[in-house]
C-alpha cells in the first residue's frame, strides 16, 4: 500500500501479478488489483489516467476505516484496461443523482461513508449528486413522499443511493406501496450497507461493508425489487418509542381499513423469537452494540432473567403452497402446522439477515420467492445450537425439527392473552396484532422499486 499516493502523479509504472507499481516524488508504493475500484481518464492530464483505490486505514469515521483515494498515471497499462469505466446510464440519467444520507443508521458511520467513499467516487466520475442527510425518523418518509414519489409518477428517471440499513429501503417502499398514483418510472436503487443488519445489501452479495456498495454502482444493472404484502386484522397498531408509544397502521392503497391494516416488505416477517428479540432490541442503548445487539436480546428471551421458561408462542398457522412451478395459479394447497405452540416463525424473500446470518440459504435474491422457517419450543440450548447453525452457512434447514418450505402466502391466527406475544415483526418495524387476531402474508404483484445488483 502506497504512503501517500492521493493525486500524486507516479513516475514510474510496472504491473506484474495483480500488483500495480509506482514510483513518484522518490516514493515508491505499490498497489493491489484487488483494492482498485475503477480507472478514469485524468481530468487534468490527458491522456493519463487516474486509478481510483480502496485505501483501507484512511477513513475518517469511528468504524469507517476505508477511504477511497486515487493516483494519477501517465497511461492505462493493458492489465488494468479492464478496470476502465464506462459511466453507466443510471449514473448519468439527466437528474442529479440522488444522495440519502441516514445518519443514525447503524453505529452512526453513514456521514463518514460518504465522506470517505461515496464523494470522492463521485467526484472522480463526474456524476451529478445532490445530497439529503436525515433529520428524523421521519425524514426518508416525506423525501419519498415530497420528491421521489412525484418523479416516479410522473415517468421522471432517478437514481438514489441510500446510505443506510434496511429502514431507509422500507421507508421509501412504504411510500410507493401506499400511493393511489401509478408508478411510471421505477425509481433505481443503489445500497451502501451502512445499517446493523443490512438485510438486503448483505442478502444481494454486498458483505463486505459500504465499499461493496461501489461495484453495482459502477456495474450493476437495475432489478425489479420483489416485495409482500401483510394484511392486518383491523385492532393491529404500530409499536413505537422504544416499545412505549402505539399508533394506528396507516390504511394501504388497496386496504379496506373496516376489515384490516396493510404492511408492506421486502425482507422478512416474523413472529415469536426473531420478532421478540427485533423488538426488544430497538433501544437507543441496545443500538451502540451494533448487530450484537440481536444476539444479546436472544439470550434474554431464552434465558429470562426471573428464572422462567422461554415463552411457547400460541397460534394456528395456515401455508399456502404450489406443487410445482409449471401449475402457480392451478394447484394452490392450503396446509395448516399441526403444532400450535411455536418458538421461531419467519417468512422471508431474501437469505440473509445479516451478513453471517443465511437464514434462508435456498432463497435466490430478488426471485421474488418467499420460504417459510419454523421450529416449536425447545430449551434454549437447543434453540441457541440452531440459531448458532445457521451462522454456519444455514445448516439449520437440515435439522428435523426446523420447517423450511417455499409458500405463495401464509396466516398466523393468534391464540395469545398477552400482548407482548403478539408482536410482529414486518421489516423491523414492530406490530403488535389483537387478541384473536390475525396477520396474512402474500406476494405484491406491484413492482415498485428497482435495486441495483452486479452481475455474476
Ligand atoms: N437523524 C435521525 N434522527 C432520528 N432517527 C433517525 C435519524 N436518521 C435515521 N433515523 C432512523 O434510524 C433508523 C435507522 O434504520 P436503518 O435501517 O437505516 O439502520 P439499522 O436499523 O441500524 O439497520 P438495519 O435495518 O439494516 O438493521 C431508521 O428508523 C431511521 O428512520
Redesign the pocket.
Known sequence: MPAEPTDRQAEIVATEEGVLKWACTGIEGQLNFEDIVCAVPNPERRPGCRVLFLDKNGGTGEDSSIRLATINIPSIPVALTSFLAEIPIHLRCGEPVQVVI?????TGTARAVFQDLLRPFLRNLSVDYRVYE????Q??LELSQSLFLSRASTGVPQTIILL?????LI?ILDVFSKSKDAIRAAPTLALIPC?????MASSMGLRSGPASGLAPLLRGQPIPLPTFTVKLSPGSQMVTDEGKGRVSIEPGAESDTATHHTMYGAVVASWGLHAALVADSDTTDYRRFGSERFKMAAKELLYPSDGSESHRFRGQITMTTTASDDDADLDLRSETVAENEHMYVLATLVPRLEKDFLISPDSVPLSGKIRFLRFGPQSPEEAMRLMTLAYQGGQHVREESVTYREVESLRIDFQEELERWRRVCID?KIVVVEKGGWIVLSKEPRQLLCVLQSGP
Not at 134 to 137: E, F, H, K, R, V
Not at 195 to 199: D, K, Q, S, Y
Open positions: 441516514s445518519t443514525r443508521s447503524g436525515t433529520q428524523s425518523a425524514s426518508i443506510s440499513g434496511d429502514g431507509g421507508d445499517g446493523t443488519g443490512n438485510a423491523g
